[in-house]
């Protein structure tokens, strides 16, 4: 892949650039609630700027930018330090599955409301006997007339307090092979059988939660891609996680890194020859993996949407990320770890980084068979 810029793709940066100059929001208030209304506030502002979703063809409300202009989207954002909308599922997950699987009228009635940030998405795969192995899990959906009926518990579900919708896999029929008894619902969170318990992380925020389920209702036309197609469609959305959130997410470290390296340098301790070192060390893994990214955005220009290759980015992220987040700690010393410092929360907060969007152990199954063709385990 040719790494310089064209002519439009620097026109592009160049205007996001100057849009982003003047009108940054300024730095994100603390305190989970207060972030989230901030960003959802700074996601409605990119929104009426026709900045929300750059890579979304111009007919759902994007600028149909290249796979290159939606990255420097993503690098331009992080360089600013600006902060990422709050609708974050919704743009990168619930979004592209709509735009892969849905019927018109579902593009129609629920792309704009994401992009907008009207509407916030999360996505309730995870169970308490699911999780890597989403095929067994266990929420049953049974037709009641119109609609469907479903019955179980979800766990892990990040953002559920904030969300309107739930991108939802449930069990429609018992006696096919797991992957093919699974239907993708769009589930109304806001209605008398969905009730959403926060679990407290270790940082202290209780970003997800567990979702409980009892007759919760969802009209037939709120199926996703057809009754039984539930793995397929569900693939579709764990490919552009994968993919889209180590892209966006690979910047933020390189943004992180940054302010290490000027808060070592501003404190002298950069003249210790052991941190410098380290510190080098991590600045090539970024380097490598921001090419590694763009190497990804490579075949997803290939086959139309992102492949088996993402979980790699995943995995270098949540790797990189980790070590960088401890080596923060230990070189800025134990005040970084002092509440109110944001090194101490980001290094706890890292912790999930190989749980989150598919664990480490998962992904290197997938690269090992996928990736690299070798043998599946008998
Ligand atoms: C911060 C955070 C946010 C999340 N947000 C969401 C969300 O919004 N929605 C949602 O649905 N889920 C969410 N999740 C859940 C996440 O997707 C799951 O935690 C993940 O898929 C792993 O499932 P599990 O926790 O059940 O662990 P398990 O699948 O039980 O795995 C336990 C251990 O066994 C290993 N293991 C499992 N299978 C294999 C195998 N075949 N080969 C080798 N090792 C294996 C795993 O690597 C892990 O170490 C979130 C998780 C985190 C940490």
Same mark, same amino acid.
């Given at each position: ?37 901030? !960003? ?5 502002? &990119? ?23 939606? =990255?420097?989207?993503?690098?331009? %954002?992080? !360089? ?19 735009? $892969?699987?849905?019927?018109? /009228? ?13 509407? $916030? ?31 179980? +518990? ?22 096919? @092979? ?12 806001? +209605? ?8 407290? +992380? $270790? ?5 997800? #939660? /567990? &979702?409980?389920? /009892? ?5 037939? =036309?709120?199926? %996703?891609?057809?009754?039984? #197609? ?50 080098? =060390? ?7 993996? !921001? %090419? *590694?990214?763009?190497?990804? &955005? ?7 949407? @992102? ?11 949540? +790797?990189?990320?980790? /070590?960088?987040?401890?080596?923060? *700690? ?45 043998? !599946?385990?008998?």
């Amino acid at each position: 892949m040719d790494l310089t810029f064209n002519e439009s793709e620097s026109a592009f940066r160049d205007e996001l650039r100057a849009w982003i100059k003047a009108n940054h929001p300024g730095e994100e208030p603390a305190g989970e609630d207060e972030g989230y209304a901030f !960003r959802r506030d700074w996601q409605r502002q &990119l929104y009426e700027a026709g900045w929300a979703a750059v890579h979304w063809p111009t007919e759902y409300g994007g600028r149909d930018a290249t796979l290159v202009e939606a =990255a420097i989207f993503n690098e331009e %954002l992080a !360089r600013a330090r600006a902060p990422f909308p709050a609708n974050v599922l919704g743009l990168l997950l619930a979004g592209p599955t709509l735009m $892969i699987w849905g019927d018109d /009228e579902q593009k129609q009635r629920y792309l704009d409301p994401i992009m907008s940030g009207d509407e $916030i998405w999360c996505q309730g795969f995870s169970e308490p006997e699911a999780g890597s192995d989403l095929a067994s899990l266990k929420s049953k959906a049974v037709r009641d007339g119109d609609d469907w009926l479903i019955t179980g +518990q979800k766990v892990w579900t990040s953002g559920a307090q904030y969300s309107k919708w739930c991108m939802l896999v449930a069990r429609t029929d018992f006696d096919a @092979p797991k992957h093919k008894g699974l239907t993708y619902f769009i589930l109304d969170m806001e +209605q008398e059988g969905v009730e959403v318990r926060p679990l407290r +992380q $270790i940082t202290g925020d209780p970003e997800f #939660n /567990e &979702l409980f389920l /009892e007759n919760a209702r969802v009209p037939a =036309a709120n199926v %996703l891609g057809g009754e039984g #197609n539930g793995w397929t469609v569900a693939l579709t959305t764990l490919m552009n996680e994968r993919a889209g959130l180590a892209f966006g997410l690979q910047v933020g470290m390189k943004v992180a890194l940054d302010e290490l390296t000027e808060e070592l340098a501003a404190s002298g301790k950069l003249d210790d020859p052991m941190i410098a070192d380290e510190l080098g =060390a991590l600045h090539i893994k970024c380097e490598i993996l !921001r %090419l *590694t990214a763009y190497r990804g &955005l490579t075949a997803t220009m290939k086959y139309g949407q @992102p492949g088996p290759e993402g979980s790699l980015t995943k995995w270098m992220w949540s +790797q990189g990320n980790q /070590e960088l987040m401890q080596f923060a *700690t230990k070189a800025l010393g134990p005040q970084s770890l002092a509440g109110g410092s944001n090194w101490g929360r980001s290094m706890l907060r890292s912790r999930g980084n190989s749980i989150e969007g598919g664990t480490t152990e998962v992904l290197k199954n997938i690269i090992a068979e996928r990736v690299l063709g070798l043998p !599946r385990k008998k």
